[in-house]
């Protein structure tokens, strides 16, 4: 089955840097990639999505960049602010239809003043 | 505006004990699923159902079976709760069709079987 790796489980970055996430996968036939945003004691929120026919996709200060044959995909952050501090989770939809989703082991993010 | 809602904030339960999760959704969803999330393991495929009375295994499906006799409702069950089983349990839904969609969370059961 499809196997999702994230990287780095724990990122400090000061207010206003920019953040990177960056996540692998392993079957070639995904083609749905969406990222999740989890607050402390909340449930995790679709924050941005992309699918395997589009290289990149922008919405205000976050972005998804898609490597289709690197199998890679990364979340970009810019302009941090206090509340973006959060657990970031990617995923990846794996053959066998049914819109399965497999997760990395999410990143926490934390936007220090 | 709550639409995946989890019967249970938290739960404990004792060793043995045969337990139930309920997940019921008002978005007409086709697709539901049962997650558990442990720290650093992220979130893991318990089962998921893509129609009424249908399941299909995920990736951790050992000591848990599902029900689905009702399109907004996914049930998991505990057949005998055991320790290394508490965890925080989440249930989610999703359009179908066979298009993929993000999914739409509840807010998770936080079980502790002791």
């Known amino acids: 089955g499809e196997n999702v790796e994230q990287h780095p489980s724990t990122l400090s970055v000061q207010e206003g840097d920019s953040a990177v996430i960056k996540c692998t996968y392993s079957?070639?036939?995904?083609?749905?990639f969406p990222w999740y945003k989890q607050e402390l004691g909340k449930r995790p929120q679709l924050i941005i999505d992309?699918?395997?026919?589009?290289g990149e996709k922008k919405d205000q200060r976050i972005a998804v960049t898609l490597n289709k044959t690197a199998k890679h995909f990364s979340l970009h952050i810019t302009e941090t602010q206090p509340e973006d501090s959060a657990v970031y989770f990617c995923?990846?939809?794996?053959?066998?239809?049914?819109?399965?989703?497999?997760f990395g082991t999410g990143t926490q993010l934390k936007v220090e003043l | 505006d709550v639409k995946v809602t989890q019967s249970s904030r938290y739960l404990v339960k004792r060793t043995g004990e045969k337990v139930f999760l309920e997940c019921v959704q008002d978005?007409?969803?086709?697709?539901m699923f049962w997650y558990r999330q442990d720290p650093g393991l992220g979130l893991r495929l318990i089962y998921f159902?893509?129609?009424?009375?249908?399941?299909e295994k995920g990736d951790i499906p050992e000591g848990y079976s599902v029900s689905r006799e009702k399109k907004e409702r996914f049930s998991l069950i505990l057949e005998s709760a055991s320790t290394n089983q508490t965890s925080m349990y989440l249930c989610?839904?999703?359009?179908?069709?066979?298009?993929?969609?993000?999914?739409?969370f509840g807010s998770g059961t936080r079980l502790t079987v002791v």
């Open positions: 989610a839904s999703s359009p179908g069709a066979g298009v993929d969609y993000g999914y739409t």
């Open positions: 079957d070639s036939a995904s083609n749905y």
């Open positions: 992309i699918r395997s026919n589009v």
């Open positions: 995923a990846a939809s794996g053959r066998g239809g049914g819109n399965k989703l497999t």
């Open positions: 978005m007409d969803h086709e697709n």
């Open positions: 159902s893509y129609d009424v009375k249908m399941k």
